[in-house]
């Protein structure tokens, strides 16, 4: 009786010498649906929006080129408002680099503000998308700079007139 035991739990231990290497990779995956009543997505089936984008610097004038993208955007619902959950920078140790934010020409606080009006949101719409690069005074400090740009859409149906 005790070999019939020992048998599995060698065939276990044996199963698992079998890999002498082992490579595990883990893919993430992601996927957003937007409803047809309202949606901000970027244009056309380029994800970048998923993507680092990067802001390349440019030796000869000394400055950060801007990231310029599209985004469509429509709401059956009411008028579109946009703002930054948080100021937008990007930093490298104890430097940082302000980032203005413009949506449609409009630039995007912490507060909303109208991006498209109900009428035109009914339709939907096309809007660019801006990131700019605020060169400070003492001009860019050397280094790897990073940070999150963290832009909020929403859409309400719009207050009954009495």
Known sequence: MKIWKAAPITLLV???????E??????????????????????????WI?????LAYNPHTQK???????????????????????PAIMASGNENIALT????????????TELVDVD?????????????PTAPAKGYAAGNYQGMVNMI??????PKKP
């Not at 044996?14 to 002498?20: G, T």
């Not at 934010?101 to 909303?112: C, D, E, Q």
């Not at 035109?120 to 700019?132: D, M, S």
Request: cysteine-free; proline content about 4%.
């Open 64 to 86: 950060l080129d801007s990231l310029n993208k599209q985004l469509d955007v429509k709401s059956t619902i009411g008028a579109i408002t946009g703002y930054l959950s948080n």
């Open 153 to 158: 859409f929403e859409s309400e149906t719009p």
């Open 22 to 47: 082992k490579v595990e990779h883990q893919v993430t995956v992601i996927a957003q649906i937007p409803s047809e009543n309202f949606y901000v997505q970027p244009s056309g089936n380029d994800n």
């Open 120 to 132: 035109n949101a009914k339709t939907g719409k096309t809007l660019g998308l801006e990131i700019i």
């Open 14 to 20: 044996a199963m698992n010498s079998f890999a002498a």
């Open 50 to 54: 998923n993507s680092q984008q990067k």
């Open 101 to 112: 934010v413009k949506v449609g020409g409009i630039a995007l606080a912490t507060t909303p």
